[in-house]
């Protein structure tokens, strides 16, 4: 009886708040049609949905831009969102400041301390003079601290021998190198962001690692009712108090490293938490979010957003790279004879960042891993705040924006053969690797990924550097794993992740 009751009332709720609420803009590019409440998801086709786990994104938006075209909409629940699948448009509409905000998304504000207008602290999902703010602040600090300054990159590569001694003891065996790899990249990322370093078996760093991964998994738990009534859905949703659950541990495990700065201030200290603090000292506006207690709130949402930001793209990302070279042992042919010529084979002088602007194949195959990989495959959703037109297009006030990420790395209009591995398509005649517009896994314009220097430096000295060291082989009785474009079905949230497989570690000096 209590349960019926409940059920009326929320059915009423979700009539009412659709019949008062906004109709939503009208002119609209094309896209499938839609019904009250539930938007375009009766349209869309069984084999882009999976069961208990929402859309499968990538595939869905790769069907939209074939039938709909470069720019197209779905209403995803109650929200019109638009996809762009062209490389050329997506450059000139994120370059405009009324699309660098991003939704709101509450009732998951609260977890980053937002107001009651839906707005948050940190980097990847604040809006308007806070974003831009912590953006600028951040950026200029990760140039200052990160691989500009040689012994920075030293510490990267004593991390990386770390890793490759590690993995010396479990040579010639199939493993899976997923959770080692995340574990190392995260401990570079702690050692630029907090300043100390663990040992890869240290129980905090597992604890960490895990915690972030916990985050971004809780990150997909949003569901129709999140998006119709926030408050109610809050209130009743398990997943909800679970994603929080995740969110706080995390929260407490930055809060720690905070708090032991402050407790020990020193001058000499040069990591992000020393200089951020500095930063909040020189802040007296209480309408800065820098100020005073609502900066603390910042800082810990920042480091929170630069290890989940950081983190899993890399470690996802050299993961997926392996694959391919399994797939393509003659790829691994070419990077060992080009790390033998430009650096040699000694263990104490492993791939440096001086080397990068000789190793053009290497290069050449980290471009074509990440066209393949597309491991951020819609990018992180946008909001228009007014009405704008990009060229030919309209783009509504109060829509989402989507960069179709994947659609534009295997389009045939800029890729021959877009679904080959062929680090070839990135040299030019005389050998020398030749960088593309049209990759773009960071995203592009106002608000493109703010860790992308890092993150190419990090991906390119780990990748050269474990490769400098193994051959990486298939187990002789393990099928590859199929490969082609969305081919499973594990790729439903934000990350796209390889499928799993082991793989044989042969030592090579
Ligand atoms: C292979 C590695 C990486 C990939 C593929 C990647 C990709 C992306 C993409 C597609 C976005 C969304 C941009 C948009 O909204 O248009 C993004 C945002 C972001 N990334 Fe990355 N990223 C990587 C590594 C990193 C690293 C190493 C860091 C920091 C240490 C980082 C921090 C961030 C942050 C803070 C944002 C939000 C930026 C903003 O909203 O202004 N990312 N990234």
Redesign the pocket.
Known sequence: MWVLLALLVLFCAVIARFATGPKGPTRLPPGPPRVPIIGSIPFVPREFRIKGRGLHTPKLFHYLARKYGPVCHIWLGPVPTIVISDAKILREA?KSNNM?S?PIMKPFHEFRYGSQDGTQR?????SGKE?EDQ?KF?IKQ?KGLGLARKSMESMILYEIGQLADLLTEELDEPIDLCFKTNLSVVNA?WM??VGERLSLDDQRLIRIVQSIENVLKSAQVASLLALLLPNVFKMISPRFERAKVMFEECKSLMRTAINAHIASRDDNNSDFIHVYLNEIDQHDLESSSFCGEKGLQSLEI?LI???????E??S??INWTILYLLHNPEVQDKIHAELDRVVGRSRDDPPNLCHNLELDYMNAVIAES?RKS???SS????HVDEDTWIGDYFFPRGTSVM?N?TYIHHDPQLWENPEEFNPDRFLGPSGHFVASPNV?????????????E???Q??YLFLSGLLHRFRFENPPDQDLPNISFCHDDVNTGFLRYPPSYNVILRPRF
Not at 379 to 382: A, D, E, S
Not at 440 to 452: A, D, E, N, Q, Y
């Open positions: 994120f660098s991003r940190g980097l990847v999902l604040s974003w953006r951040t990760l990322l630029i962001l920042v957003d630069l290890f989940i930001g950081g983190s793209t890399t996802t990302s990440m597309t491991v951020v990018g992180v959703p946008h960069a990420l773009m896994p960071f995203s592009v314009g106002k608000r493109f990924c703010l860790g992308k890092l993150a190419e990090e991906f």
